[in-house]
């Protein structure tokens, strides 16, 4: 979660909703993001990107983590 990045970037009521649905409410409130569901412990890149945001997600394709610009 940066300031670096415009508009809204990080959505903490999504923590404990679906992946699937958590993906498509950041795409409505920020159509500037792509929202990326991903599994917990998958590899990922470290780069640093305003216009993405990662929708970790357990085994149950519950959201985990905070997504948040990155």
Same mark, same amino acid.
């Given at each position: 979660?940066?300031?670096? %990045?415009?508009?809204?970037?990080?959505?903490?009521?999504?923590?404990?909703?679906r992946?699937?649905y958590?993906?498509s409410?950041?795409?409505?409130?920020n159509?500037?993001?792509?929202?990326?569901?991903?599994?917990?412990?998958?590899?990922?890149?470290?780069?640093?990107? %305003?216009?993405r945001?990662?929708?970790?997600v357990?085994?149950?394709?519950?959201?985990?983590?905070?997504?948040?610009?990155?």
């Amino acid at each position: 979660m940066s300031s670096e %990045c415009p508009e809204k970037n990080a959505w903490p009521e999504l923590l404990g909703k679906r992946g699937d649905y958590a993906a498509s409410v950041i795409e409505r409130e920020n159509p500037r993001v792509d929202a990326v569901v991903i599994l917990e412990g998958s590899p990922v890149t470290g780069d640093f990107r %305003c216009d993405r945001v990662r929708v970790w997600v357990n085994s149950h394709g519950i959201v985990d983590r905070i997504p948040a610009s990155g």
